[in-house]
Nanobody
Framework: QVQLVESGGGLVQPGGSLRLSCAASGSIFSINDMGWYRQAPGSARGLVARITRGGGTVYQDSVKGRFTISRDNAKNMVYLQMNSLRPEETAVYFC??????????????WGQGTQVTVSS
C-alpha cells in the first residue's frame, strides 16, 4: 500500500556530485521522519542523514558540510545532495520514511535501494 522509490544513483568520479531522490506513494496520511541510509558490501546499514517533517536534520559526521538532505512535504519526497564524493562512500543508498496511514497507525518503510559508485 505504501511504496518508496529512489532514483538518482550511478557512477561518479571522486570529488563529483550526485542528487538522490525518493518518492513516497500509496495510502499516506502523513509522513514523519524521512532519511537516507547506506550499506557497503560486508558492512551494516548506517545512517547518512535524516530530516523531520519540520525540517530538523541530523547527519553522519563524515558527511557534514558535503551532503544536504531536504524534503518536499507537498510532494512526499526527500532528497540527498551529495558533493565531494569519496570512493569509500560507494554503497547502496536506501530511502527511509516513517509513514502514518492513519492518525493511529504508522510504520517504517524502506526503498529498494539505489547504487552509488564513486570511482575513477
Amino acid at each position: 500500500q505504501v511504496q518508496l522509490v529512489e532514483s538518482g544513483g550511478g557512477l561518479v568520479q571522486p570529488g563529483g556530485s550526485l542528487r538522490l531522490s525518493c518518492a513516497a506513494s500509496g495510502s499516506i496520511f502523513s509522513i514523519n521522519d524521512m532519511g537516507w541510509y547506506r550499506q557497503a558490501p560486508g558492512s551494516a546499514r548506517g545512517l547518512v542523514a535524516r530530516i523531520t517533517r519540520g525540517g530538523g536534520t541530523v547527519y553522519q559526521d563524515s558527511v557534514k558540510g558535503r551532503f544536504t538532505i531536504s524534503r518536499d512535504n507537498a510532494k512526499n519526497m526527500v532528497y540527498l545532495q551529495m558533493n565531494s564524493l569519496r570512493p569509500e562512500e560507494t554503497a547502496v543508498y536506501f530511502c527511509y520514511a516513517h509513514i502514518q496511514m492513519a492518525l493511529w497507525r504508522g510504520n517504517d518503510y524502506w526503498g529498494q535501494g539505489t547504487q552509488v559508485t564513486v570511482s575513477s
